[in-house]
């Protein structure tokens, strides 16, 4: 994108003094002409010996607006990349982890299938009657979980329907 616009320094104040003002506006004129269009106006008075050190300035000045412009559009293009490639790697960690938890699910159900249950380690051991008491409270009120279902129906079928154990003989 070409430059809008067009420094005039300081300095130039004392480079011009000698000029009159319409001089100095006919300078001002042919400076806004050459930096927006590039063609240099046909100046006849002593505003044309000043202008081409102006000249100069305007397209070094061009020169580095078009370097700048450069680098940024480049630090631009590798900034989107860079953003691109994060979000791709953040979905392909996504979907690693949605992998993981379906690797994880299945191997559960595996295990229920195998093993009869989701809890066979409590169905395999004795209960404490401590551990029945306070998995019937978690029951009544409501907090009891899966696992303590499963618990509590396998330690029922163990029992003679009253919590009390039944004895390999009966």
């Known amino acids: ?28 004129d042919a400076v806004i002409l050459y930096a927006s269009k590039h063609e240099v106006a046909d100046l006849r008075g002593p505003e044309r010996y000043i202008f081409p050190i102006y000249k100069l300035q305007i397209d070094r000045d061009a ?21 691109q490639a994060n979000a791709s790697k953040c979905l392909q960690d996504k979907d690693k982890d949605k992998d993981k938890d379906k ?6 159900e595996r295990r229920k299938k195998e093993n009869g249950s989701a809890a066979p380690a409590a169905a395999d051991r004795q209960m404490t009657d401590d551990e029945i ?7 009544m009120d ?21 919590g009390k154990k039944l004895s390999d003989s009966q």
């Open 63 to 83: 020169g580095s607006y078009d370097e700048i412009s450069r680098k940024r559009s480049a630090a631009g293009k590798e900034g989107i990349k860079q953003k």
């Open 1 to 28: 994108m070409p430059m809008s616009y067009a420094k005039i320094f300081f300095s130039w104040a004392e480079e011009t003094q000698a000029l009159t003002k319409k001089q100095k506006g006919c300078l001002i």
């Open 103 to 108: 690797d994880k699910d299945v191997s559960k």
């Open 142 to 162: 409501g907090t009891a979980t899966v696992a303590d279902y499963a618990a509590y129906k396998a330690r029922f079928r163990q029992s003679d329907g009253q």
């Open 133 to 139: 008491d306070a998995l019937e409270s978690k029951i």
